[in-house]
């Protein structure tokens, strides 16, 4: 069946890094563009990074310009983000989205928090 499993949230304090995974199972993930989403408490789901299905192209939400990036490993089945100098805005939880056409599959989601 179908699973994208998120890992590597966690509470970090501003200024600091944390790199999030997505690992991917059940379908041809070299096919499919690969997106991270958040969504904060109280706030609409917004798209911060996408990657297609070869990595050739790469886009940001201007809000993460310059502190995220994302990259994925085909051979691994998994799609990464890097996020650096966090502030407490980017507290979200964050979840990976695979998409081939209308084929759409989300994962469940890793809680980031940002906060001294």
């Known amino acids: 069946q179908v699973q994208l499993v998120e890992s590597g949230g966690g509470l970090v304090q501003p200024g600091g890094s944390l790199r999030l995974s997505c690992a991917a199972s059940?379908?041809?993930?070299?096919?499919?563009?690969m997106s991270w989403y958040r969504q904060a408490p109280g706030k609409e789901r917004e798209l911060v990074a996408t990657?297609?299905?070869?990595?050739?192209?790469?886009n940001y939400a201007d809000s993460v310009k310059g502190r995220f990036t994302i990259s994925r490993d085909n051979a691994k089945n998994t799609v990464y983000l890097q996020l650096n100098s966090l502030n407490p805005e980017d507290t979200a939880v964050y979840s990976c989205?695979?998409?081939?056409?209308?084929?759409?599959?989300w994962g469940q989601g890793t809680q980031v928090t940002v906060s001294s």
């Open positions: 990657i297609t299905n070869t990595g050739g192209t790469i």
């Open positions: 989205k695979a998409q081939l056409f209308w084929r759409t599959y």
């Open positions: 059940g379908f041809t993930f070299s096919s499919y563009a």
